[in-house]
């Protein structure tokens, strides 16, 4: 083996071949050379190098790398010291090498020996042999140097080389990278499509339930359908038979408005003839009545000289026992008798008592005027008898009237009647009128006047004619007038006893239907006490009032009187009061007075007064009355 390279080393053209097949061979033919070599003896280096042959170049060459040992380690010393690392360490230790050298070169005998020191020339031969060998070895180190260049050189391609593999292999790295990202990518895309792929089976799942949930519906409304299609058809049929019965109905309420209107025509004609029946039936009681009324004691009994005939209830006595003068004979005992259209005792209620007029306002309502007066002396009842108190049961005539004609005339509006009222409410006191519905400052209270228009109609001017749509209304006026009353009243003087006050409803009622007018009024009044006065206590104003009530209320007497005897000349102007009602005395008007008692004994004078006033009225029968149809 070590034969078979050498050659290849030697061969000049190796050396200087610049070519890399052949320089890629040389290092590990160096490398084996330093090993092979290593136990050649120093004579034989020796030798070889004085040969000048290839393979003592090569052996020289190799002694370089070896231990330094012998004369080949020698010229080491003096070759350039860069390369190679071990090289320099082999120069570490020049002179014990050329030392040895110079041992070794002695025993072989073919070296320079000793010359003498006048052998000049052989000095200078050894010299120049030195020189020789020195300058092989140049040559031999210029050689191996080239070989290293060309060595170097190949390295340098082989790495330029390498440089481009790793260049190749980078990028190829790099292209992997960009694979790699790109797969990296499409898989984060992959599992994105497979979570959607999730829900939307999810949702695939969902949709078949839904689907089924629906089919079974659509089935369940098929079947509704179906029992509805039946159910219409039924009801088809049954629609044909109501509209059949509809018609049928149709017919049947056409001939049954015509039955109405018949009857409505009939029940006009029976209205008509109630109220013309009523108005005989008033006039055969008497156009003018006396009702008499007891007022209970305080403790509600009554008195002895007061009797009235439990038999009937027209007719009251009034007793008094005159004392005998001379004490011999018995007492004698005078009886006054008096019959009314009815007489009510203290046990009467006002019910009972307003059951008797309200014929009366329902002669009002049907278009007759009516007046009801109560007479009496102070504290007998007239004042609770016409308004009586506030709470249901005491109500007197006035509030009981007005919810009558209320009602009444409400249940008249199904026959097409439509009712409008008007109500005043006066006092006449000393021949004055005020006006008890006043509301204004008292110190603009204004005067008033009677007057009488052409179509016969009395007025009182600057009088509160209010409309009236309800009982409660009524009421308030009521109140009202109370209020006025009382506050013109002084302490010394009850000026309500003195004093007429005079409650007026005017009643209109239309039927436009039947074109059918009534008017009427409702007039009740509360007269002033009919108490006389004894002349001598009475003086002054006192004396005025007396006289003044005096005179209105015998004129009511004289007025009523002359109408009962139908005389030419009514006094209706001599007081107020009966100008105020002229139109609702006498001609077709009704007249209602009650003649309220005291029943105290010490009265007994001012009630006879009364009754005989009373039945004097009570005896007139006053005109044939008609209705003020229009
Ligand atoms: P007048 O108005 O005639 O002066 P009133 O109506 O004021 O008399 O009556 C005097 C008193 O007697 C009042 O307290 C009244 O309540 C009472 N009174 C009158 N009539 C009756 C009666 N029928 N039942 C109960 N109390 C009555
Ligand atoms: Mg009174």
């Known amino acids: 083996l070590n034969m078979s390279r050498l050659p290849v080393m030697s061969t000049k053209r190796v050396l200087t071949s610049s070519s890399s097949e052949n320089s890629q061979d040389m290092a590990p033919v160096q490398k084996k ?16 190098i004085g040969d000048k042959r290839p393979p003592a170049a090569a052996a020289a060459t190799a002694s370089l790398y070896r231990p330094v040992r012998g004369a080949g380690a020698a010229t080491v010393a003096v070759a350039p010291s860069r390369g190679v690392p071990k090289q320099v ?35 200078v031969s050894d010299m120049e042999s030195k020189i020789r060998t020195y300058q092989t070895k140049i040559k031999s180190l210029s050689e191996h140097n080239e070989v290293l260049k060309g060595s170097l050189a190949q390295s340098k391609a082989k790495a330029a080389e390498l440089e481009r593999e790793v260049e190749r292999r980078r990028r ?28 939307l089976q999810k949702e695939l799942s969902n949709l078949e339930q839904k689907y089924k949930v629906n089919e079974m519906l659509r089935e369940s409304q098929e079947m509704e359908l179906q029992t509805l299609k039946m159910k219409q058809s039924v009801q088809e049929t049954t629609m044909a038979q109501l509209q059949d019965t509809l018609k049928e109905t149709e017919e049947l309420v056409t001939s049954l408005k015509e039955t109405v209107a018949h009857q409505k025509d009939e029940l006009h004609a029976g209205e008509m003839e109630r109220r013309r029946l009523h108005n005989t039936i008033q006039e055969l009681k008497g156009n003018i009545r006396v009702f008499c009324r007891v007022r209970p004691l305080e403790d509600g009994g009554l008195t002895k000289h007061i ?62 005027n ?20 506030e709470v249901d049961d005491t109500r007197g005539v006035i509030p009981r009237a007005v919810q009558q004609i209320f009602r009444a005339g409400a249940k008249l509006q199904s026959q097409g009647w439509e009712f409008s009222f008007t109500a005043s409410f006066v006092e006449i006191y000393n021949e004055t009128l005020r006006d008890l519905l006043y509301s204004g400052k008292a110190s603009k209270r204004p005067e008033h006047e009677i007057r009488k228009a052409a179509n016969n109609e009395v007025t009182v001017t600057n009088l509160t004619y209010e409309k009236v749509y309800s009982e409660d209304q009524v009421l308030g006026l009521i109140a009202l007038a109370k209020q006025n009353r009382s506050t013109a009243q002084t302490s010394l003087n009850d000026r309500s006893s003195r004093s007429h006050s005079v409650f007026q409803l005017q009643i209109e009622g239309v039927n ?69 009602l002229q139109n609702c005395l006498g001609g077709n008007s009704k007249t209602l007075m009650f003649v309220n008692i005291s029943p105290e004994p010490d009265s007994f004078g ?24 229009k």
């Open 512 to 580: 436009s239907g039947r074109d059918v007018k009534c008017k009427s009024i409702l007039c009740l009044v509360d007269l002033a006490g009919s108490e006389r006065m004894v002349k001598s206590q009475s003086q002054g104003e006192r004396f005025k009032e007396m006289t003044s009530i005096n005179s209105s209320l015998s004129n009511l007497g004289i007025v009523i009187t002359s109408l009962a005897n139908k005389e030419s000349h009514v006094p209706y102007r001599n007081t107020k009061l009966t100008y105020l």
């Open 307 to 368: 009797q009235l005939a439990p038999s009937d209830n027209k007719s009251i006595i009034l007793a008094k026992t005159e004392e005998s003068h001379t004490g011999k004979t018995a007492d004698t005992q005078k009886n006054y008798h008096f019959s009314f259209d009815r007489v009510f005792g203290p046990q009467a209620s006002q019910q009972e008592i307003f059951d008797e007029i309200s014929l009366l306002v329902q002669s009002a309502l049907d278009g007759y």
């Open 606 to 629: 001012e009630t006879l007064n009364s009754l005989r006033f009373a039945s004097k009225v009570n005896d007139c029968i006053i005109g044939t009355a008609s209705s003020n149809k």
């Open 33 to 48: 050379m330093r090993k092979d070599q290593g136990p050649q003896k120093p004579q034989t280096a020796t030798t070889i």
């Open 172 to 199: 190829e790295i790099s292209e992997f990278e960009q694979e790699q990202q790109r797969l990296s990518g499409v898989q984060s895309e992959l599992e994105k499509v497979s979570s959607e792929k999730n829900v």
């Open 89 to 123: 360490k082999a120069s570490s230790a020049p002179k014990a090498a050329s030392v040895k050298q110079q041992a070794a070169t002695k025993p072989a005998g073919t070296g320079p020996t000793r010359r003498q020191p006048w052998d000049l020339k052989g000095k």
């Open 370 to 389: 009516v007046c009801c007066f109560a007479y009496g002396q102070t504290g007998s009842g007239k004042t609770y008898t016409m308004e009586g108190e």
